[in-house]
C-alpha cells in the first residue's frame, strides 16, 4: 500500500484521492442505481467510516472534501470528512454516477450490464461518462491548486475515467468506499485493503 507521504512526494503537497460511495440497499439488491437519488444503507455508513479510520491510520491528511451531489456520495463524504475536521466544500454534477436511463432500478443480468445503452433507452454514452469524469478531476485540480482533496464519486464513472486514463480497461467492480489515489503528476488506485498500488 502506498504511504501516506508517498502521496505528496514531488507534488507540492497537492493530491486527489478519489472514493466510491458506502453500500445502499440498492447496491446489495444488485440494482442499477444511475443517477437515481438512493440513500446510503447502514452498511454503507460502516465503510464510510471505516474507510475514514484507515486513513488516519495510515498518517494521511487532507485540506479539502468534495463530492458529487447524490446524497449517497454526500453522506459518504461528511463521514468520511469528519476524521479529519472537513465539511463538504462543493459539489461537482460532473462526479455523479453514469445515467442508466430505463435500466434504473432494475436488476439486469451480466450481458446487459456490460452494454446497456443497447438494451435500454436513456442510456448515458459511455464516451461522455469518462470525458465529464476527466473533466471535472481535471478542474478540481485547477480549483485547489496544490492542496490534498478527497472526492466521493460513484464507481462506473470512476472505472472509467481511470480506464480512459490508462488506455486499457480497469477491473470492476470498483468497491464500495475504497480509495483511489490520483497524485497530479499522474493517475494511480490503490485500495485500503493492501492491494497493490496501480499506476495508469
Given amino acids: 500500500m502506498v504511504r501516506a507521504e508517498e502521496l505528496t512526494k514531488d507534488l507540492g503537497g497537492g493530491a486527489l484521492l478519489v472514493i466510491r460511495h458506502g453500500q445502499t440497499d440498492w447496491n446489495k439488491a444488485k440494482k442499477m442505481q444511475g443517477s437515481s437519488d438512493i440513500p446510503l444503507n447502514d452498511r454503507g455508513r460502516e465503510q464510510a467510516h471505516e474507510t475514514g ?12 472534501l468534495v463530492s458529487s451531489p447524490l446524497s449517497r ?38 450481458e446487459q450490464r456490460a452494454h446497456p445503452e443497447k438494451f435500454y433507452s436513456g442510456v448515458e454514452p459511455e464516451r461522455d461518462v469518462f470525458t465529464r469524469g476527466v ?16 472526492a466521493v464519486s460513484h464507481g462506473s464513472l470512476i472505472r472509467r475515467t481511470l480506464s480512459a486514463a490508462r488506455g486499457a480497461e ?31
Fill in 53 to 64: 479510520k484507515k486513513l488516519v491510520e495510515e498518517g494521511f491528511e487532507f485540506d479539502v
Fill in 73 to 110: 456520495a454526500y453522506e459518504t463524504a461528511q463521514v468520511i470528512g469528519s476524521y479529519f475536521g472537513l465539511e463538504v466544500d462543493r459539489t461537482y454534477p460532473g462526479l455523479e454516477e453514469r445515467s442508466y436511463g430505463e435500466a434504473e432500478g432494475l436488476d439486469i443480468p451480466a
Fill in 135 to 150: 473533466r471535472t478531476l481535471r478542474q478540481i485540480v485547477r480549483d485547489y491548486p496544490g492542496k490534498r482533496v478527497i
Fill in 170 to 200: 480497469v477491473p470492476s467492480p470498483i468497491e464500495n468506499a475504497i480509495p483511489h489515489d490520483m497524485p497530479l503528476d499522474g493517475l494511480f488506485a490503490w485500495d485500503v485493503d493492501n492491494e497493490p498500488m496501480l499506476k495508469v
